[in-house]
């Protein structure tokens, strides 16, 4: 978490006052519930949402006595409410302040997470109706293959970001618990309805069954989520750097005027904001492993997790949080070169249309070996004619294929809307509609 | 995937013979679909479906030549069903067949992860109500804590698992997809009809817009979870072993009679099963990483996902699933000292009870401070007494203490049914009910 | 890089002020060697020396402006250089400056971690020659197995940490390296002399061939290295949490008299510390992983390494460095207890010597499979007995037995001094002698 | 390990009849070391060798039956040998031959990758001399930068595997230790003689402090030292991929005539090899987070590292054995296209030039300023050119541009030997010579 890939409403959320916000509420909702059980006089619940507060200054000082953070919580807190403070707490043990506190940072986490992801989508699909119909080269394995279209491209990001926000959803409700149970989870000093209650206030469902600690499969199956989120977030990143390269050029970062380095070398406009996901990817990925050796504590609970958690709770999701935020900004600007686009797929001189003329042959009854020593004596000219000839051009100049289709037929072989005929299709899958009803 | 730690079942999942099947199932399938919209005669769909057939060796051998694995499996296959199998795969591409079989095999893996956890969960569930009762000492930082009871413990073992089942069925649903859509996921040569007609028939869902491939994500996702599944078998497994410990000797693995070793040293009885689980379960959180690192594919594939596939898409299905079933085997038959765990709860003099204690003098009108101070130097004269005291005996010989609870009240503080008295609580929470109807 | 869990003299090493510092310093070398290849005037470099400085609060605002923290630096040094400043960094490129500056940041880092590793190193050498001779039990498995002593528990970690440490060392070398080559690491701009000349004055090796940036397989093996190192502070963390559970209790962390929430429960003494090391471990083991997929850098580079960098160069140092620093003080400060160890080595009432047991009766001519029954059935006895009879008393009253051996032979296999015989040979081999001339 | 993607050499060493053979070398020479103290008979040591064998089908029927592997194999000996078996193993542990002969079989691991190692340092080394004067583009960012030449790329490569090399020299040594010390460290039952004399004999040093096990940390060093040597094999690999791409065709993987799928359309040549060796390393990164696991046995050993090396013991060695083998046929049989690679550093036109353009204008006296100005709205011309103006021929005719420098001495400035000028201080910096003496 360093403040060059953070943004402050996520930074917000893993701020000292926060957290001693959110362990206030807890406390002070706990008092409401004992007092209504009658454990504690209902004055002393009142006067701690009346006079509770705490100073985040104070409390370091305390604890750097007492080294215990939650102890130095209560006694700041005590020096505001007075007397009655001696009620708050009753019953609960630190972890259940903890626990509960850090379930609802992530909770806010991922709901910053969500909203950003869906904000990436929104970008995602206006430009992918935009260049719904933009052809473009499809390529497996970096070499050229057959025609698609960008919008195309965009659809299956945002597809995939579309899963990837399913997934955080889902990775929200794993944590999206409260426990209030005491040291072992037997609630043998405190009754499952303080918890209820707690649970209740917070947004959060009491935790079936807890130890001392909230279990830890949850947080690991939460961080692996956004290793595989972040990991998304690098295969578009990595698509927009190959639009990039130099012998590319289909799409660009968009590049601000006042932007340095451009002008002299007006080329050199580098995919930095994508390599920069690439590596922050990296990271979010490289936390997940962690928080998976978090989930075998030894008995009720050991407090190994609790190191991992200061730094991963933070650190993967402020990370995440940028680098959607990023790619949200990328890909709303990126700078789209059709006309590159189109010069490309032509670049080969139509031989990525080798394999639709041999189905047509085997289609008009030329035997499959026949058609694929037509189509590869002429795609090997063309290959080694480098840019003078073209396929199309070709093929109708053979004789043999011209037995089989005339000129027409032939060009026909050609028409990119062969290639874009199901754009619809898909675009109906992915967005519910084939239209823009934004556009 | 190495004989030791390999089920049968899972195994042949990943036989190539298995493959093979699902290969023919897919093409087959496929060309119903096609025949189905003229695309190539009923006549050939019927041929395939009728004279289909293929061999593993025959394949290899034609694999060896051509290099290529699926043209090699379609070359054996005409040699089965000629001339009429030149209809078969038109239109398609490679990665059609072998993204869909994957698929397949994925989700009949995850259909065995998930049985195999059913039937940990049913093992779990006898023994938590076997010992809902059963006392024992609740620990943290491996440091008793506070009493609970054995059976609690087996709930929240239950409770981690009945959240790993359905984890895997969410991960299994992420997976279970087909894509026939061609060179770049256009359809240009292959109706998505065919797609619609395959994915019904093999159990899966159109892939929404595939490139050459389905997206890695989903696989990512599916590899993660099973890297959190396997933390949880190792969370239980460490359990097992520290209570199988020399000094804690609360429960064992079962030892059969026959098993060698145990006799002239007969407390050398090692929980090897569960450190054995412990093992694996690093291995199958180390898939998860590469499978993240699968998701940036290159454009619209590019190939280097595969040979990760083919190594961890066996090693981590088998892994955990020999793990379960391990697991499985390991607290079904648990060898559990009830005497043991209750001697272990009274080792300390009673001095698990001296939260109780102070919480009780507080609510006498006692001071914090007071009682602290009270129960703080009875407590240490037990524990400076190394087991000749106990903590009740010292409270009820001290003055100060009595004048504010009698013999009786003191006695009261100290029975375990305080700390048991939620128990049906919690198992209501986990199982639905607090009395096993199976019993 | 959280405060708690750093150390100031690491973390300065990562503050901005040291940053531009090393900057500072790599562009005014630079400028002596240009000068004295005649590139540019001495004047130019001699006010560099004279009037250099730079304000970090300045750099920032110029770098919000111009993006790009060099040239930000670059435009501060010049407004306290003057016009001089024009012929610095001259033929160079940014990575120059900044992948000098990083490797030099690591080796410092890498000084302080082996320091530290010497100080444990002294610790530990301390407390094994303290305990050379306290017994205490073995085990596998967590399994009472043979008698060993506390002292060569802590001679293998001293053998483990001289390992870390003298790979601390090669890591050390690994990074030490420096490149002042250019946009494409091909010296078109700059004499390698200057590399040379920067190299030897930061305490560095030139890098044989740079591209524009080091190679970044040198950083995957150093954090790669770190890792490992933490693994070993796990292993020893781990030692001292299971020997401080409660029913263990053959050491624990110190203790201090204030500290709080003790005395009620004075047992709850928690290994936190150590725990707290567990954790730790696993976030440095976890930077490994981004750090190796930092390595397969697009051409002659890309900059996705550098987010991962920013974040891991300190993330992984001051980790590391904070868990040693705390792992030497744990250690230090073990309270170690002798009598509770010797205790534990009998309380199977010597079923640990059946092994030898056994083994001298082979000795005595008996035949394996008659000596494994003789000391199985005495055995068993004994573990059934739960602590009333010992192995010794009653081998020495079973008839069969004493035909081979008397009692006094049979009180000598009990000896302990039989398994601390070779402890000098031991602690030769690891610290060269077995005297501790320290004491 | 799976057929694919093994090499026979490296699979032997994992099979189990090496396994036992070892094994049975380590108990024949801890006879010869027992007999030589007088522990045992010389005959007995001497039938060892001379009745010594095993069958491993034989030990398999014993291990169902026993679940032991040690044991299995040492009853199949006696089956062998006879009566003078009960002399073999004496004192000894089963990890004594487990763990030594596991690092036997890492040695034999290590020599195979490292001799793989120099044969692929030879293929570079050759391909480097071949093409030192090839020029080429610099890339960063994937945008071009400035002019280098093909042999500069594969000297940094050559160093980063000579770097490679060196490092599995100090990881082989990491694990080439032998150790025989009895069930917990000891010696009790066995003379560190018999270890040295094993040692000697397997080509292996005594482990200087063992506890039952040699300590893992050894082990997690070569396994995360295999995972970097991948990560340089995915650079190399990725560099590949990138010069083979449609857009690029600067080189390619070779691609014999009979192999299948090109001809129709011939360039779709794609880089399969390479890809798969991206996957390929991502696998053998994965297995070192496992490997650092394993390091925090607990107490003197439990087994949880076992089920860990039985998979990445051979997985990691096979699979980066594979990989450098297929990288070294890779570069050895590369089809460089050295006039695509010249045609590649004009196509911007002279852009690549324009650094050294605006260096030269500010060494004849034009103010930094300027200089910028003048360059950037040539360049920018040229580069709205699309192809149509070169930057030499605008410079030439911009009138304030030439006030500062003639037609030649601008010609000069775009003179390729600029850029190689120190291409020979490289290559003896990487070879020690700037001469193919091999040539």
Not at 190 to 198: L, M
């Amino acid at each position: 978490m360093i403040p060059r890939y953070t943004r402050p409403a996520m930074a917000a959320i893993w701020e000292p006052k926060t957290k001693f916000q959110i362990w206030f509420e807890i406390e002070a909702h706990a008092c409401d519930a004992q007092a209504e059980l009658g454990v504690i006089p209902k004055a002393a619940a009142e006067a701690v949402w009346a006079r509770g507060a705490f100073d985040v200054e104070r409390i370091d000082a305390i604890e750097a006595e007492v080294k215990h953070d939650v102890i130095a919580f209560l006694t700041n807190l005590a020096e505001h409410v007075g007397d009655e403070a001696r009620f708050v707490h009753q019953g609960m043990t630190s972890s259940d302040v903890l626990d509960t506190c850090f379930n609802v940072q992530l909770v806010r986490a991922a709901d910053l997470l969500i909203a950003q992801t869906e904000a990436l989508l929104q970008a995602l699909r206006r430009r992918a109706f935009e260049h719904k119909d933009t052809v473009c080269i499809g390529r497996s394995h970096g070499i050229h293959a057959e025609p698609t279209t960008f919008g195309l491209k965009l659809a299956q990001a945002y597809a995939e970001f579309a899963r990837a926000r399913d997934r955080l959803k889902l990775a929200r409700e794993e944590v999206a618990t409260c426990a209030i149970s005491g040291a072992v989870g037997t609630f043998a000093n405190i009754d499952p309805a303080v918890e209820a209650h707690v649970a209740a206030k917070m947004g959060l469902k009491p935790e079936p069954v807890s130890t001392q600690v909230i279990p830890r499969d949850r947080h690991a199956q939460f961080f692996a989520t956004l290793g595989v989120v972040a990991s998304s977030v690098e295969r578009l990143a990595t698509e927009v750097r190959h639009l990039q390269r130099t012998e590319v050029g289909e799409a660009e970062e968009y590049f601000s005027p006042g932007q340095k380095g451009s002008s002299a070398m007006p080329h050199k406009r580098n995919p930095v904001l994508t390599e920069n996901l690439t590596g922050l990817a990296r990271m979010v990925r490289g936390y997940a492993l962690p928080a998976m050796e978090n989930v075998a504590l030894w008995h009720e609970r050991d407090i190994s997790h609790s190191s991992v958690e200061r730094m991963i709770g933070p650190d993967a999701t402020v990370t995440l949080d940028f680098a959607l935020a990023r790619l949200t900004q990328v890909m709303d600007k990126l700078v789209v070169y059709p006309e590159v686009m189109a010069e490309t797929v032509e670049k080969l001189g139509g031989l990525v249309h080798s394999q639709r003329v041999l189905l047509a042959l085997t289609q008009k009854g030329v035997s499959r070996e026949d058609a694929y020593r037509l189509v590869q004596r002429n795609a090997m000219t063309v290959w080694q004619s480098r840019g003078e000839h073209t396929l199309l051009e070709l093929l109708q100049q053979d004789a043999e294929v011209s037995a089989h289709m005339n000129r027409d037929e032939l060009a026909g072989l050609f028409d990119l809307g062969y290639h874009t005929a199901h754009v619809d299709t898909i675009f109906e899958r992915v967005f519910g509609t084939a239209r823009d009803h934004m556009a």
